[in-house]
């Protein structure tokens, strides 16, 4: 197997950001009309009142300032509380390539080559906006590039997947760079009148550029990847085509993102603590001196416990990378915007992880060394 390299990344990120102030108003002003307009059911015992939310609950359970969204008027509104983004003919790029296409000009521009050495798109990501064509095949089609492409789906771990893939072309011969994308629209399934995950998803869109090793005069050198998954519905999204042929016609936010979050927290922190800790192993790398960690960042909580328990001690900011503040959870791109934003400054031989965890459950870790 051919060695290969992380050569370069990018980052498309929104113009438009949601405050938890902004987004807190919004509920609170939902749950007011919905307590009123149901007052006569909740004082008979019939369902119970909604409870509000406040800037300090969502700051204490997650750690979430802000979340950069790709459109905000909607999801603020009271009276509407989703994303509106109009539909486009076919003739024209679909949003979700749209922001791809972004990430992936700035990772070619970094990376310097010509576009045609890359023989593969992967699309990598939780939701994709249809069936097909294939998300990935649009992408390669808007940026002129040759080869194959296609999508694959393992939620928030879908990067981390993504990566292990396109460094298994590059080391088999198949090709001898990969472009993977990982466009992220989780507003669009996220229900904002519940109070516990309201807060959790930004939009955003990354790109990573794979190469085989002997071609990168720069970059992080793949020293090992390593996957994992495991059946859980504690985390689960039932939207999908056949939503429309059941019978019992259910309402459209029992389809959207749901999760038990106590569950998964308890359940997927040891999981992943052991599974970096064996995996560091397997390769001979002492855990204990990685420089960085680039987590998925879902939750502030589970990285400062994983960071711990991986290092030995207490992590600081610059060792244990946490974007989710201005971010949010955005999914499969968490862990790469903050590969992308923070790995710059680290000294050639200096280790790191990117890794990822999620829903499936699903886990990845991908053991890297500055060139």
């Known amino acids: 197997m051919r060695p290969a390299v992380i050569a370069a990344t990018g980052l498309y990120t929104p113009p438009e950001s949601i405050s938890n102030a902004e987004l807190v108003a919004a509920f609170n002003a939902y749950v007011a009309d919905f307590n009123q307009t149901n007052a006569a059911r909740i004082s008979a015992g ?7 939310s406040s800037v300090e609950f969502i700051e204490k359970a997650s750690g979430i300032k802000a979340r950069y969204v790709v459109e905000k008027a909607g999801i603020i509104d009271p009276k509407i509380m989703r994303p509106v983004i109009p539909e486009r003919p076919n003739e024209e790029i679909s949003i979700l390539a749209e922001i791809a296409v972004k990430a992936a000009e700035q990772a070619l521009e970094r990376w310097g080559k010509p576009r045609e050495r890359i023989g593969a798109v992967l699309c990598a990501a939780s939701n994709m906006q249809r069936g097909y064509p294939a998300m990935a095949i649009e992408v390669q089609n808007a940026l002129g590039l040759g080869g194959f492409a296609f999508d694959m789906n393992v939620a928030c771990s879908s990067a981390t997947f993504g990566l292990k893939t396109a460094a298994d072309f590059v080391g ?17 399934h996220l229900n ?12 955003v869109a990354t790109a990573a550029i794979v190469e085989r090793a002997d071609d990168a005069q720069d970059g992080w050198d793949i020293l090992g990847t390593k996957l994992k998954t495991q059946f859980s519905n504690n985390i689960r999204n039932n939207f999908g085509f056949l939503n429309r042929a059941a019978p019992e016609g259910r309402d459209l936010p029992d389809k959207l993102f749901v999760q038990q979050g106590r569950k998964v927290f308890k359940e997927v922190v040891p999981m992943v603590s052991e599974m970096i800790i064996d995996h560091a192993a397997e390769l001979g790398i002492d855990p204990h001196g990685l420089k960085r960690l680039w987590l998925h960042q879902a939750n502030i909580n589970m990285n400062e416990i994983i960071g711990r328990k991986v290092l030995g001690r207490e992590p600081s900011r610059e060792e244990n990378v946490i974007i989710l503040d201005d971010y949010a959870n955005t999914s499969s791109a968490g862990s790469i915007i903050a590969f992308h934003k923070y790995s710059d400054d680290l000294k050639s031989g200096d280790h790191g992880l990117i890794c990822s965890f999620g829903a499936g459950y ?5 053991f890297v060394k500055k060139r």
């Not at 019939?46 to 509000?52: D, G, K, Q, T, V």
């Not at 904002?192 to 939009?203: E, K, L, Q």
């Open 46 to 52: 019939e369902i119970e009142p909604l409870a509000p």
């Open 172 to 188: 088999s011969g198949s090709v001898d760079a990969v472009l993977m994308v990982n466009p992220e629209i989780c507003s669009g």
């Open 192 to 203: 904002f009148r519940d109070r516990d995950s309201h807060f959790i998803f930004g939009d």
């Open 362 to 366: 699903s886990a990845g870790t991908v």
